[in-house]
């Protein structure tokens, strides 16, 4: 039988969260304070705590934290006070699963708990693909090894965290350049946690016709507007249970921002022309490649909606802060094109070492998807399945070779390393040439080269200029 630990300073509440969970099968301990609730942690083993913020002793802060440090594997729920968003906030910073608020809906709690007892032991998940199929015994290592292509420091940090925010209910926003992969890394926090059989709804938030934004996002009743011949379910309750990822957030307007946010604060929605609004249980991701921060300053992002969606914000590096990942992920599109294209049924072509030098002398300010798209079109444009520097159709950076293109394949990652010294040239006098043209000035040397400020200083410091 699975155990619980419910803490409450207040013996009616305790008494009725008890028997809340017990008729779901869980053996359910109490305590009325931190100290008690020390007591029982060092005792017994649990599956799931419920905790009060404010208990007599201190608060349920420290529990949290506690539990996180201590007993990572148990997923903890904070009680807060009716609106109290900013102890929400905290709690799912330091580690709780979700929070409920008061007045306790018991239909709420249950549902919370039920997802809680879905997070997986160990970090073996199976999942379901997106073709609907299901992938067993999958480990956390291998799906996102699978899925985010890279060894960087960079990177193995963004796949460290992703493990960890999965085992959370915390609003995720994922920040990051166009072509970084934020949906991949949204369906990844999605799969590796306790929705992961439940739907992963993706919304393109700057695809849909403004007209048709609240009927899209709540759905609609029969003859609520010229055209409803029938009731629709919106993508909210087509999310039930599961995953809701709004990519591209920032291209919402202010009146859809609105709407969007008490959905997300009240977890209810209304339909277009309902009478009233109805519960929904989806958690939220949500993405964009603009700086909310600096539209919320403008004005053109509600400060409010920006806190809700901003409880913890993931970075996902563009390819330029983790080019030694290009070989690995050169490797993985090549694989990936010649498995699907079933009508040629030939081997992966092999790459030339001239033609990793022009890909890592490369911006590429369109990031994964772009040199997806160039190897694409190389596989189209090469001779006797081997890819040549010329096959790319990349734009010169004015690098010169003294020698003639080596036609030697790349059989191995261990290949390259006989070619730092020539990149590092490559990008030293790139960088020079964009410094004398913008007469030194970083930032517009930067746009010339297709670069973020913060990417280009990245290099800067790299290659030792000052």
């Given at each position: 039988m699975l155990k619980c630990l419910i803490i409450d300073d207040e013996p009616d509440i305790l008494e009725l969260l008890v028997m809340t969970l017990k008729p779901m099968e869980l053996d359910c301990y109490t305590a009325s304070n931190i100290a008690q609730a020390k007591e029982q942690l060092l005792a017994h083993e649990f599956?799931?705590?419920?905790?009060?913020?404010?208990?007599?002793d201190g608060n349920g802060m420290e529990l949290i934290e506690l539990i996180a440090k201590n007993h990572p594997n148990?997923?903890?729920?904070?009680?807060?006070?009716?609106?109290?968003?900013?102890?929400?906030?905290?709690?799912?910073?330091?580690?709780?699963?979700?929070?409920?608020?008061?007045?306790?809906?018991?239909?709420?709690?249950?549902?919370?708990?039920?997802?809680?007892?879905?997070?997986?032991?160990?970090?073996?998940?199976?999942?379901?693909?997106?073709?609907?199929?299901?992938?067993?015994?999958?480990?956390?290592?291998?799906?996102?090894?699978?899925?985010?292509?890279?060894?960087?420091?960079?990177?193995?940090?963004?796949?460290?965290?992703?493990?960890?925010?999965?085992?959370?209910?915390?609003?995720i926003y994922i920040k990051g350049e166009s072509g970084t992969g934020k949906e991949v890394v949204a369906r990844m926090i999605h799969a590796l946690g306790a929705r992961a059989t439940k739907p992963f709804v993706p919304i393109n938030c700057g695809a849909i016709p403004m007209e048709l934004m609240e009927s899209e996002f709540f759905g609609h009743k029969k003859g609520s507007f010229s055209g409803a011949y029938s009731d629709k379910a919106g993508l909210f309750q087509a999310a039930e249970g599961g995953t809701l990822f709004l990519d591209e957030i920032a291209e919402l307007p202010l009146s859809m921002q609105a709407k969007l946010l008490r959905a997300i604060q009240e977890k209810q929605i209304r339909p277009v022309g309902a009478a009233k609004e109805i519960p929904v249980d989806a958690r939220i991701l949500s993405a964009t490649h603009r700086d909310l921060a600096q539209l919320v300053k403008q004005g053109k992002f509600r400060q409010d909606l920006f806190f809700r969606i901003n409880v913890i914000e993931l970075y996902i590096p563009p390819l330029c802060e983790r080019s030694e990942d290009i070989p690995l992920l050169v490797d993985n599109i090549l694989a990936k094109l010649s498995l699907n294209d079933s009508q040629l049924n030939q081997k992966q072509p092999q790459l030339l070492e001239n033609a990793m030098v022009s890909l890592k002398a490369h911006s590429f300010p369109?990031?994964?998807?772009?040199?997806?798209?160039?190897?694409?079109?190389?596989?189209?444009?090469?001779?006797?399945?081997?890819i040549e520097y010329k096959d790319l159709h990349l734009p010169d950076p004015k690098m010169t070779l003294n020698s003639e293109p080596n036609l030697t394949p790349l059989i191995n990652e261990s290949n390259t390393t006989q070619l730092d010294p020539l990149l590092e040239y490559v990008e030293k006098e790139t960088i020079r040439n964009a410094l004398e043209k913008t007469r030194g000035n970083k930032t517009k040397a930067a746009e010339l080269l297709g670069l973020t400020l913060g990417a280009f200083r990245h290099r800067l410091k790299k290659i030792g200029f000052k």
């Open positions: 599956d799931f705590c419920l905790t009060d913020m404010r208990l007599p148990t997923p903890v729920a904070m009680i807060t006070a009716y609106g109290d968003v900013e102890s929400a906030v905290n709690a799912l910073k330091a580690g709780a699963f979700d929070f409920v608020s008061k007045p306790v809906g018991i239909e709420q709690l249950r549902k919370l708990v039920n997802t809680a007892l879905q997070l997986p032991k160990e970090q073996i998940q199976t999942t379901v693909k997106e073709d609907g199929t299901i992938q067993l015994g999958v480990s956390y290592d291998e799906l996102l090894s699978s899925n985010l292509v890279g060894k960087s420091k960079i990177m193995q940090k963004v796949k460290d965290q992703i493990k960890k925010l999965a085992r959370s209910q915390a609003p369109g990031n994964v998807r772009e040199l997806e798209n160039i190897l694409e079109r190389a596989i189209t444009l090469c001779d006797n399945n081997i």
